[in-house]
């Protein structure tokens, strides 16, 4: 797994002109919490690249960056919870999830539905 630091705003417009091409995965985690501790090392852990495909995946530390995680919120129209992940595609929010319902297996499932042209 090859996480892709999420740092500026600047970056969400990018993210959603990748996922045009791709889907996207924005996992946002709080490195204060043992929850969120244990759903990034599980999801780290289940990770395989080759059921992942082109599925890019996002990091980003919502303690040092708490105004670009309540951005990511209001641009895909998600509340904001931690941990959690989003799956972009085609510039919109199309599955998320947090706490411990982060799953691999549901991500990649979630992902293998997007079909693009």
């Known amino acids: 797994m090859n996480w892709h630091q999420l740092t500026q705003a600047s970056q969400l417009e990018e993210i959603r ?3 045009q ?3 996207v995965l924005i996992f946002k985690h709080s ?3 043992n929850i969120s501790a244990t759903a990034k090392a599980r999801l780290e852990r289940k990770w395989k690249d080759d059921e992942a495909g082109d599925l890019a995946p996002y990091y980003l530390d919502l303690v040092s960056l708490r ?3 309540n951005e990511i ?3 895909f129209g998600v509340r904001h919870e931690s ?3 989003l799956l972009i595609s085609k510039g919109e929010c199309v599955y ?3 706490h411990f319902d982060i799953s691999f297996d549901e991500i990649s499932q979630q992902a293998s539905r997007i079909e693009f042209v």
């Open 96 to 98: 998320d999830a947090s």
């Open 21 to 23: 091409r791709h889907p």
């Open 17 to 19: 002109e990748e996922s």
């Open 73 to 75: 919120a209001e641009t």
């Open 83 to 85: 941990p959690q992940v």
């Open 31 to 33: 490195t204060r919490c």
């Open 67 to 69: 105004s670009l995680s």
